[in-house]
T-cell receptor, first 109, second 113 residues
């Protein structure tokens, strides 16, 4: 079963704009990860945030985690055409990752 | 270095036939995972190996699905008597006990006619 739910399901923005995607989950977690999937590079890990962290940055990526609301957000700043992909959150409970259905992000030139 | 590899990349088969999908994890990665992804969907967990043992087979959809791992390395996912609903991309991932990040292979796209 899928625990994470991303919203929106699809997002289309102009190149240069910021993109924000959200993820909600149901049970307690050890950490939450964001992955990107596109046809060129497959499924790639982007960033991991631990349950005791509230915010994390990596380049143009900013992830927040609110464990009280069981939600996370991924912000991509200054979007580029190469950011076009599906983005998934995955929650870690023990050894297993449980995945949401993803947000499809399209960056228009 | 070499990443996770999977073969074949594409497999088209007739309903009722058996298929074998192979995953070669990153060398030294003790944990190996199989997932299934239907078009436009997220990943569905199938099975997890720690070394050669599979402590969690709960994700396997039916007894037509089985998997094994030998030598703590290569894993094979076997689907017997394939059905059309088995059509999906089958992804393999591996990692070490020290890291939660999973490294994915390119997947095998299975089409059952």
């Amino acid at each position: 079963s899928q625990q994470g739910e991303e919203d929106p399901q699809a997002l289309s923005i102009q190149e240069g704009e910021n993109a924000t995607m959200n993820c909600s989950y149901k049970t307690s977690i050890n950490n939450l990860q964001w992955y990107r999937q596109n046809s060129g590079r497959g499924l790639v890990h982007l960033i991991l945030i631990r349950s005791n962290e509230r915010e994390k940055h990596s380049g143009r990526l900013r992830v927040t985690l609110d464990t009280s609301k069981k939600s996370s957000s991924l912000l991509i700043t200054a979007s580029r055409a190469a950011d076009t992909a599906s983005y998934f959150c995955a929650t870690d409970s023990n050894y297993q990752l449980i995945w949401g259905a993803g947000t499809k992000l399209i960056i228009k030139p | 270095g070499a990443g996770v590899s999977q073969s074949p990349s594409n497999k088209v088969t007739e309903k009722g036939k058996d298929v074998e999908l192979r995953c070669d994890p990153i060398s030294g990665h003790t944990a190996l995972y199989w997932y299934r992804q239907s078009l436009g969907q997220g990943l569905e967990f199938l099975i997890y190996f720690q070394g050669n043992s599979a402590p969690d087979k709960s994700g396997l959809p039916s007894d037509r699905f089985s998997a094994e791992r030998t030598g703590g390395s290569v894993s094979t996912l076997t689907i017997q008597r394939t059905q059309q609903e088995d059509s999906a991309v089958y992804l393999c991932a591996s990692n070490t006990l020290a890291s939660n990040e999973q490294f994915f292979g390119p997947g095998t796209r299975l089409t059952v006619l």
